[in-house]
């Protein structure tokens, strides 16, 4: 039977559809793998904003690089508009990579230090072809403006003569820049100072809003999770424990009514 049948309806019309995702790492000196992630199923739709909320070891970013691409999952499916992310090719393949971006937590490593602002963008533009040649600098521009930098103040600086929530913003318009459905941020305000965190969150939310991007948000701050969520309108809020989701649904229904002792922990520990 074809793959498509087989996993139904909401897998084809989903932006993603992950089904019983497990990722295993096989430890040297252990006789067991390390489970990671452990059984996740979930699905995306196109504009749709989820977070996921968890302690550190939890398998959060570890779900997360399933989603962009960079980590096979070691059983289950892992489905992008329908089609196993790991078996795209072609078309199909430079679609998805276009498609879904990640932001994360340390701006300083992300950005090349040899590179001006405009010449780490810049590539991504031409590569998918986002704009004609002559129009690369303007559009560059206007990623800078989106994000809030003044554009002649930065696209011809170097990472180091920003400070870390100018980079973040940086590394935020290079993500949007190329028109993703679908960008994984993760932990993406952590190493920036507190007094900036909410605006950059605003900005993710911003893209939200004017383009239609979807999210999901990884943060281990439940507090920063409903913000997110809240700020924009709705979403899923998903909680993970030692690899496995153990509790998803919209955010205030998850807020007022948590089922799972452990979501009760961390929204107790935000309240306290
Ligand atoms: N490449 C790898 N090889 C072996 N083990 C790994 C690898 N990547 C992650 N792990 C392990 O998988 C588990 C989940 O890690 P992960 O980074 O996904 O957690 P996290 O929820 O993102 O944590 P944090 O909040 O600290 O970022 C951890 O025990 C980690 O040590
Ligand atoms: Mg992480």
């Not at 996921?52 to 070891?57: I, K, N, T």
């Not at 690089?65 to 199909?92: E, H």
């Not at 932990?187 to 979807?214: A, C, H, W, Y």
């Not at 913000?227 to 424990?241: A, P, S, T």
Request: hydrophobic share 40%; net charge positive.
């Amino acid at each position: 039977m074809d793959e498509l049948q087989e996993v139904g309806i909401q897998a084809k019309t989903s932006l993603l559809y992950f089904d019983n995702v497990s990722v295993h790492f096989e430890i040297k000196g252990m006789d067991k793998p390390l489970i990671a992630v452990d059984g996740v199923s979930f699905s995306m739709n196109d504009g749709e904003l989820a977070a996921l909320v968890g302690e550190s070891g939890s398998g959060k970013s570890t779900l997360g690089r399933v989603v962009v691409g960079l980590q096979k999952p070691t059983s289950g499916k892992a489905l992008f508009r329908g089609k196993d992310i790991y078996k795209l090719k072609g078309k199909a393949f430079l679609e998805y990579r276009r498609s879904v971006q990640l932001v994360h937590q340390d701006p300083y490593a992300a950005l090349n230090p040899a590179l001006t602002i405009y010449e780490s963008l810049a590539p991504a533009l031409r590569r998918w072809n986002i704009v004609d040649k002559k129009d690369t600098r303007k559009a560059v521009s206007s990623m800078l403006e989106f994000v809030g930098l003044r554009p002649e103040n930065y696209i011809d600086k170097y990472p180091n003569q920003l400070s870390g929530g100018e980079r973040q913003r940086i590394c935020v318009a290079r993500a949007l820049s190329v028109r993703p459905k679908l960008v994984v941020a993760d932990e993406p305000v952590t190493m920036i100072d507190v007094s900036l965190r909410l605006s950059i969150v605003d900005l993710l939310l911003n893209s939200k809003k004017q383009f239609g991007t979807s999210y999901i948000f990884i943060t281990h701050d439940m507090a920063l999770a409903r913000y997110f969520l809240l700020k924009g309108g709705g979403g899923k809020l998903m909680v993970m424990e030692n690899g496995k989701l153990v509790e998803m649904g919209d955010v205030e229904e998850v807020i007022n009514n948590p089922k799972h002792e452990y979501t009760k922990k961390l929204i107790e520990s935000v309240t306290e």
